[in-house]
């Protein structure tokens, strides 16, 4: 089945610098891969996804990219705030009609002002 | 007009009880899941349920018995509570096409404490 690794574990920044989030899969037929957002208490939040046909995927100041040969995604967050520190996971999706979406451990990014 | 919703929000029950906890989803989905988060954060799909019909079912402890009474309800009865079953439960929904997955979306939680 399906496993996917996240890293880092913790990751802390200062307000106003990018912050990386790695991950890695093991299912070359994984084709869809999320990322979600935990604040505290609170609902994982999905913030992006891409799919196994792009590269790279932007939204405001959040981007996703995609190398299927390497099996790795990662999460970038340009410009972070103090509102972006939550857990981020990222996961993915078995492969198969019926797969299961597999998360990572998250990480608990703390931006500080 | 919460898209996923849950009841309880807490829940907190004496070991070897039985209860329940109710999801409802208003996104027009046709599969909905269980997922448990345990103490430290790690979330773990339990069920899907599509078009009322169990597509997935992790190997659980078949205390845990997802009912779906139709698609937009996915409930999660839980018989003979142990101290190991404590988590967050989030029920989840998205769209099943068969050939493409949409996103899931969560709902708020139910914190489970056995005691």
């Known amino acids: 089945g399906e496993n996917v690794e996240q890293h880092p574990s913790t990751l802390s920044v200062q307000e106003g610098d990018s912050a990386v989030i790695k991950c890695t899969y093991s299912?070359?037929?994984?084709?869809?891969f999320p990322w979600y957002k935990q604040e505290l208490g609170k609902r994982p939040q999905l913030i992006i996804d891409?799919?196994?046909?792009?590269g790279e995927k932007k939204d405001q100041r959040i981007a996703v990219t995609l190398n299927k040969t390497a099996k790795h995604f990662s999460l970038h967050i340009t410009e972070t705030q103090p509102e972006d520190s939550a857990v981020y996971f990222c996961a993915a999706k078995e492969g198969g009609s019926q797969g299961n979406l597999i998360f990572g451990k998250g990480t608990k990014l703390s931006v500080k002002p | 007009d919460t898209a996923v919703s849950q009841t309880p929000k807490y829940l907190v029950t004496q070991m070897g009880n039985d209860k329940s906890i109710k999801c409802e989803q208003n996104?027009?989905?046709?599969?909905m899941y269980w997922y448990k988060q345990d103490s430290k954060k790690f979330l773990k799909i339990m069920f899907s349920y599509n078009n009322k019909e169990l597509i997935i079912n992790e190997t659980v402890p078949n205390r845990f018995s997802p009912k779906s009474p139709d698609k937009a309800h996915l409930n999660l009865h839980i018989n003979s509570l142990e101290l190991g079953d404590s988590a967050v439960y989030f029920c989840?929904?998205?769209?099943?096409?068969?050939?493409?997955?949409?996103?899931?979306?969560f709902g708020p939680g139910t914190r489970l404490l056995v005691l």
């Open positions: 989840a929904s998205s769209l099943f096409s068969g050939t493409a997955t949409l996103a899931q979306y």
């Open positions: 891409i799919r196994s046909n792009v």
């Open positions: 299912d070359s037929a994984s084709n869809y």
């Open positions: 996104l027009g989905h046709d599969t």
